[in-house]
């Protein structure tokens, strides 16, 4: 079956723009992570949607905002972007509902560069 | 603060011994911890889930353990092959933190014919 979706693959940005990254789940899969990674902090999380409803929301500022459709595909925002946004955006499906755990599988990412 | 310590020093090990990397924790009680593997420009691809209340869990070559008591797992790869050279890295979540992960910074390995 197909796995993580992630668009686009690539994106350079000027400062001070706003950008959009999609990302489409594993079909069947109702949870939707959102991770920044970089060199120097790592994975770090950044929100989680679960049918169309934010559950948990990790220690990043108003900028970085996201949601999760009907279709459970997900999107994640950066307004007024800076230069240290630049890092590995990842988004990771589950099968997490309600009370069960499961490992995520993780998209190939998209590579952001602002210069 | 809640902290995960992972080797930052790679790893590097001959063709067929058994690799052990280490997840050190503080500040946390997880309810679950999982195993990760990371290819350069890749995203992390899911290789194992132990719960707090298990001690050990197996699949093909690798093993985790998880001592809740100690604050650690530590992760083998027996039989170790080139193919096993990646970053590996671990990750926690508790019932606090709902459904996120909590990343260590990940061990290299490196497996040397």
């Known amino acids: 079956k197909a796995g993580v979706t992630q668009t686009p693959r690539y994106l350079i940005k000027t400062r001070g723009q706003q950008v959009t990254l999609s990302c489409s789940p594993i079909s069947g899969h109702r949870s939707v992570s959102w991770y920044q990674q970089t060199p120097g902090q790592g994975l770090q999380f950044l929100f989680e949607?679960?049918?169309?409803?934010?559950?948990n929301k990790g220690n990043f500022p108003g900028r970085f905002s996201g949601r999760q459709f009907s279709n459970s595909r997900s999107e994640m925002n950066v307004s007024t972007l800076e230069l240290g946004d630049s890092a590995l955006y990842l988004c990771?499906?589950?099968?997490?509902?309600?009370?069960?755990?499961?490992?995520?599988?993780f998209g190939s990412g998209t590579r952001l560069t602002v210069v | 603060s809640q902290k995960i310590e992972q080797n930052s020093e790679a790893l590097n090990i001959q063709e067929g011994k058994t690799a052990t990397l280490t997840c050190n924790y503080t500040?946390?009680?997880?309810?679950?911890l999982q195993w990760y593997r990371q290819d350069p420009g890749r995203g992390p691809v899911f290789l194992l889930l132990i719960r707090e209340n298990e001690k050990e869990k197996r699949k093909e070559r690798l093993k985790v353990t998880f001592d809740t008591t100690l604050k650690q797992s530590l992760f083998h790869i027996t039989a170790s092959q080139p193919a096993d050279s990646a970053t590996y890295l671990c990750?926690?979540?508790?019932?606090?933190?709902?459904?996120?992960?909590?990343f260590g910074k990940g061990t290299s390995l490196l497996v040397t014919p």
């Open positions: 990771a499906s589950s099968l997490a509902g309600t009370g069960e755990i499961y490992g995520y599988t």
């Open positions: 949607y679960f049918s169309e409803t934010q559950r």
């Open positions: 500040n946390y009680s997880p309810a679950y």
């Open positions: 990750a926690l979540a508790s019932p606090n933190s709902g459904y996120a992960l909590n």
